[in-house]
């Protein structure tokens, strides 16, 4: 049973534009809802993070949104950048769920377009 | 200076050699973990340490050991490898945070494990 799961392997936007990435989730017991990236032959890089409690967090050219009602969160990058080019993993994690670890999803490949 | 280094980078050995990956980081994290990434790409726990102690072991074949001499090193010992044993496997390293933040995972930069 994958309890997080990212339903677009691959997304494709132009340089300047917004991406928008999706994440789902199954388990109500999670407490923390994370994006790290990850570029080829490297490990994965936290991004951002939000907690349940909140609907919304930014950090920069970065947003993380929770809808907790229909178990779903997305990262929004604006404006896009060749470099942000990379597999994007979500994740969750909550101290009642799996003794804390994180569950991840199996990623969406974004391309960004000069 | 690395935060979590992982070594080798690269292992290629043949199905029933025993072979070990070492973790370090350099963070004063208490919490210490090893993910395997298979071929669908999809980050899978397999252990986790906090300051030594065993916290978590998934369901993962008592062939893979990991040991923990200190808080800073995570090491995993494979024994019998088997083609399936194929993977990325990933170290990370974390602090457990109070409040309503929370910093993530800091990851190595993975081992490749090729079974042949």
């Known amino acids: 049973d994958q309890q997080v799961k990212q339903n677009s392997p691959s997304l494709s936007v132009q340089e300047g534009r917004i991406s928008i990435l999706n994440c789902d989730y199954t388990?109500?017991?999670?407490?923390?809802f994370l994006w790290y990236k990850k570029y080829p032959a490297e490990g994965p890089t936290f991004l951002i993070s939000i907690s349940s409690i909140k609907d919304k967090n930014e950090d920069g050219r970065f947003t993380v949104f929770l809808n907790k009602s229909a178990k779903h969160l997305s990262l929004h990058i604006v404006p896009s950048q060749p470099g942000d080019s990379a597999v994007y993993f979500c994740?969750?994690?909550?101290?009642?769920?799996?003794?804390?670890?994180?569950?991840f999803g199996d990623g969406t490949t974004l391309t960004v377009k000069p | 200076d690395t935060a979590v280094s992982q070594t080798p980078k690269y292992l290629v050995t043949q199905m029933g050699n025993d072979k070990s990956i070492k973790c370090e980081q350099n963070l004063g994290h208490d919490t210490m973990y090893w993910y395997k990434q298979d071929s669908k790409k999809f980050l899978k726990i397999m252990f986790s340490y906090n300051n030594k102690e065993l916290i978590i072991n998934e369901t993962v074949p008592n062939r893979f050991s990991p040991k923990s001499p200190d808080k800073a090193h995570l090491n995993l010992h494979i024994n019998s490898l088997e083609l399936g044993d194929s993977a990325v496997y990933f170290c990370?390293?974390?602090?457990?945070?109070?409040?309503?933040?929370?910093?993530?995972?800091?990851f190595g930069s993975g081992t490749r494990l090729t079974v042949v």
């Open positions: 388990n109500s017991m999670f407490d923390y």
């Open positions: 994740a969750a994690s909550g101290i009642r769920v799996n003794a804390g670890k994180s569950t």
């Open positions: 990370a390293s974390s602090q457990i945070l109070s409040g309503t933040d929370l910093a993530g995972y800091t």
